[in-house]
């Protein structure tokens, strides 16, 4: 609202100021004092639209009245004139904030303290230009016109500052000072007002930081963020340090992650689901809807695929399929609660490479409506001491953050699993043991609280530690495909073939399914470039081919 200029004053706002600034000047605040000028206390808080309880008006007052001798008013002159002591000031500091918000004084960007928090023994004030001109004219008064931004504007403002920052604008504390001077003239977004309390300024701005990158879809690389925020190297430092120790407070709220890197000046920062709810309030949802979460493959991109398998095995993938479809899968979990069971359902495929031990985890995905979260095994293995233990721990929170956003929970997938399911070190003393053991540790304490989907593929089953096996509900072998199974396959991929010849390639050749696939391959590689089908006795030889690098014996037979 601007200054309104329509009508006169019913009191001369500055002869009133004046006479309650005589009275309150070395008056310790006494209640005397204080009940002797209530009445026109209250004419001034009418007039400036602050509340009548409170000490905004005394603070206001002697604002403007030292404003005569000097260009900023800071709390020692505060405290001199009321003749009060410093203990006392600390009942007035959210009054001086509530001036602040309501855009009556205003801090002036000069501060002493070399600290990292807005010092509030050492802020200046003065008065808004335009309540000074109401009151030198004694015109009603009825507020500053505010500026109310919503959280978008409101996180763009903090990054135009940190940029300004860190082109030496302005210093680190200027910097603070300046972000918890646009919290308090926005109490309007609870979100912020929740954060104040949470979190230390420093982190509140890198937190806003952060929100307004992956808005604009860029991401928020640590070191450079933190250079532009910080211009003393050593508290960027520690900073840093922070972050990739996991000992940040924004860690313990669950409000962040820290991207996979070797090198701290490579990680990126990125927000959890529970920081979106927090700082969006109702915007989070939608905007959780457009985030693509990292290693997850959505089932609409799961393409369908015909597998084939033995009676029993059949029985077993199928069942599996019928307990994870959405109802069913509800209703398992209601049951394994009421008999204090852990809700979770883990399951191993175990066997040969290529018998179709992740082609099934796709299909059964895909035939009960499930994204895939994948897990790079490779990246459990850091080179950095300690950090595969967190890696692991990081790979349960982000599938719970996924889980959070989705109606359907998705299936975390462990492929080729067996670099962290192996059998643990007995009496290791090296490293390298030590943190294998570790990772051993964390993971079998996460998969005995585990609550969602979980299935880890393996080629080596004889290295599985003897712990993982109760951990895990379902173990499904797969074996090299029986002759009956690979004629089905065969036929499946190339219908045109023969049936006698289907039977002779399945009886002959101890394929997987993957093998047949690469077979096929070639086939259909031939068929595009030379226009026309290879005969049977062009598909037999590509068939000896295929088993000639892992020499497996074929039947010998003439052809």
């Known amino acids: 609202m601007n200054e309104q200029t329509?009508?006169?004053?019913?009191?001369?706002?500055?002869?009133?100021?004046?006479?309650?600034?005589?009275?309150?000047?070395?008056?310790?605040?006494?209640?005397?004092?204080?009940?002797?000028?209530?009445?026109?206390?209250?004419n001034v808080a009418n007039y400036l639209n602050v509340a009548t309880d409170s000490n905004e008006t005394i603070i206001f007052i002697v604002v403007f009245v030292l404003l005569v001798k000097n260009d900023s008013v800071d709390l020692r002159s505060i405290i001199h004139f009321l003749d009060i002591t410093y203990i006392d000031t600390l009942n007035l500091k959210n009054d001086i904030d509530n001036l602040i918000g309501a855009n009556l004084i205003e801090v002036v960007r000069e501060y002493r303290s070399r600290s990292k928090k807005m010092n509030f023994s050492n802020a200046s004030y003065t008065v808004?230009?335009?309540?000074?001109?109401?009151?030198?004219?004694?015109?009603?008064?009825?507020?500053?016109?505010?500026?109310?931004?919503?959280?978008y504007e409101f996180v763009k403002c903090v990054s135009d500052y940190i940029a300004q920052r860190g082109n030496d604008q302005m210093n680190s504390n200027e910097l603070f000072c300046l972000v918890e001077e646009l919290e308090i003239s926005n109490t309007?977004?609870?979100?912020?007002?929740?954060?104040?309390?949470?979190?230390?300024?420093?982190?509140?701005?890198?937190?806003?930081?952060?929100?307004?990158?992956?808005?604009?879809?860029?991401?928020c690389l640590l070191e450079k963020t933190l250079r532009d925020i910080y211009q003393n190297p050593r508290k960027r430092l520690l900073k840093v340090r922070e972050f990739v120790d996991r000992t940040n407070r924004m860690y313990d709220l669950e409000y962040i992650t820290l991207g996979e890197s070797k090198f701290a000046n490579d990680s990126t920062l990125s927000l959890s689901s529970k920081a979106f709810e927090t700082l969006?309030?109702?915007?989070?949802?939608?905007?959780l809807k457009n985030t693509k979460f990292k290693n997850v493959l959505l089932n609409e991109d799961?393409?369908?695929?015909?597998?084939?398998?033995?009676?029993?095995?059949?029985?077993?993938?199928?069942?599996?399929?019928?307990?994870?479809?959405?109802d069913n899968f509800v209703k398992l979990q209601l049951r394994l609660l009421d008999n204090n069971l852990t809700k979770g359902v883990a399951a191993i495929f175990y066997g040969s490479p290529g018998t179709g031990k992740t082609e099934t985890v796709y299909q059964i995905a895909k035939a009960t409506c499930r994204d895939i979260m994948f897990v790079d095994i490779a990246q459990t293995k850091s080179m950095w001491y300690g950090e595969s233990e967190k890696l692991i721990k990081e790979i349960f929170e982000s599938y719970k953050k996924i889980c959070n956003n989705k109606k359907t929970i998705p299936i975390l997938l462990f492929n080729e699993a067996d670099a962290i399911l192996n059998k643990r070190h007995e009496n290791s003393d090296s490293n390298i043991g030590q943190t294998e053991n570790a990772i051993q540790n964390i993971l079998l304490e996460e998969l005995e609280k585990f609550e969602g989907i979980l299935i880890a593929?393996?080629?080596?089953?004889?290295?599985?530690?003897?712990?993982?096996?109760?951990?895990?509900?379902?173990?499904?072998?797969?074996?090299?495909?029986?002759v009956e199974v690979k004629s089905k396959i065969w036929k499946n991929k190339l219908s045109w073939?023969?049936?006698?010849?289907?039977?002779?390639?399945?009886?002959?050749?101890?394929?997987?399914?993957?093998e047949i696939d690469n077979v096929v391959r070639k086939i259909i590689m031939q068929e595009v470039l030379l226009g026309v089908k290879p005969e049977s006795n062009e598909i037999y030889s590509l068939c000896l081919n295929e088993k000639k690098l892992s020499n497996k014996s074929t039947i010998k037979v003439g052809y």
């Open 128 to 151: 808004s230009e335009n309540v000074s001109n109401s009151i030198y004219t004694n015109k009603v008064y009825l507020g500053n016109e505010k500026e109310l931004l919503d959280i």
């Open 457 to 482: 593929t393996t080629n080596l089953a004889g290295n599985l530690d003897a712990a993982y096996e109760r951990r895990f509900l379902f173990k499904l072998k797969f074996n090299i495909p029986a």
């Open 188 to 219: 309007q977004l609870e979100s912020i007002t929740e954060v104040r309390t949470l979190l230390e300024i420093d982190d509140r701005i890198l937190l806003y930081e952060i929100l307004q990158e992956q808005i604009t879809g860029y991401p």
């Open 280 to 287: 969006m309030k109702d915007d989070a949802e939608l905007f």
């Open 497 to 514: 073939i023969n049936d006698d010849f289907i039977q002779k390639l399945a009886s002959e050749f101890s394929f997987s399914g993957g």
């Open 6 to 42: 329509s009508k006169e004053a019913e009191f001369n706002v500055l002869r009133t100021i004046t006479q309650i600034a005589k009275k309150l000047e070395d008056s310790k605040l006494s209640v005397d004092i204080l009940e002797e000028i209530k009445l026109p206390l209250q």
């Open 302 to 326: 799961i393409k369908f695929k015909e597998l084939f398998y033995e009676s029993n095995q059949a029985k077993e993938v199928n069942f599996l399929i019928e307990s994870l479809k959405c």
